[in-house]
């Protein structure tokens, strides 16, 4: 109970939510919800992610300013490989493909759409378990890496035109990637968050 108040508690204090539409760049931690392996454990996840946004915000109110884009979607696929290294240290690699990342545009000449495919970044993340209660199953892990783009840049259609970052498989930069996992079960209850 004290748990559920926590989260009520932490909701109430956060105000405003903010979020990016058709993601510009890309799915990263498709594990996000796995702490560390066992040493000499290797865990392979893969994994679909599917996007379609229609409505686009200013603060609380829908934006007149990007009325000409009907909708934006798109297929991600991606692979994750984990493995124990030391009975508190995990290693991961991550690759993802677009199979698809399309905007559809309301334009004066009618409706068009841009469509951009192909590999995104590479991820290196390690995760260390910093404080861990198995027999009370409480976990709390950090992670850091970095992401690598492999993927093509500067995508252009087949009529020439650049296609709009958020279309590309990759954003073409090199990033650092953080992460802080905590987990608590509740045995008798069959719940864990």
Do not use: H, W
């Not at 850091?144 to 995508?155: E, N, R, S, T, W």
């Amino acid at each position: 109970m004290k748990y559920l108040f926590f989260i009520l508690i932490f909701r109430l204090l956060i105000r405003d939510g903010f979020s990016q539409c058709c993601s510009p760049g890309n799915p990263i931690g498709g594990d996000a919800n796995q702490g560390v392996q066992n040493k000499n454990s290797l865990r392979t996840i893969a994994f679909l992610k599917n996007s379609v946004s229609n409505d686009y915000f200013e603060g609380n109110k829908k934006s007149d300013g990007i009325a000409f884009i009907d909708k934006g979607t798109f297929n991600f696929s991606g692979i994750t490989i984990a493995y124990g290294l030391l009975k508190r240290i995990t290693v991961e690699n991550e690759l993802g493909y677009f199979i698809s990342k399309k905007q559809e545009y309301n334009t004066s000449s009618g409706k068009q759409e841009l469509i951009g495919s192909g590999l995104s970044d590479l991820a290196f993340i390690a995760k260390c378990k910093l404080f861990s209660i198995p027999e009370k199953q409480f976990e709390f892990t950090a992670g850091a890496g970095y992401k690598i783009p492999v993927g093509q840049y500067q995508q252009r259609n087949k009529n020439g035109i650049l296609l709009p970052i958020d279309i590309q498989p990759t954003s073409g930069a090199f990033g650092y990637i953080g992460s802080l996992f905590l987990y608590k079960g509740f045995i008798e209850k069959k719940l864990r968050f």
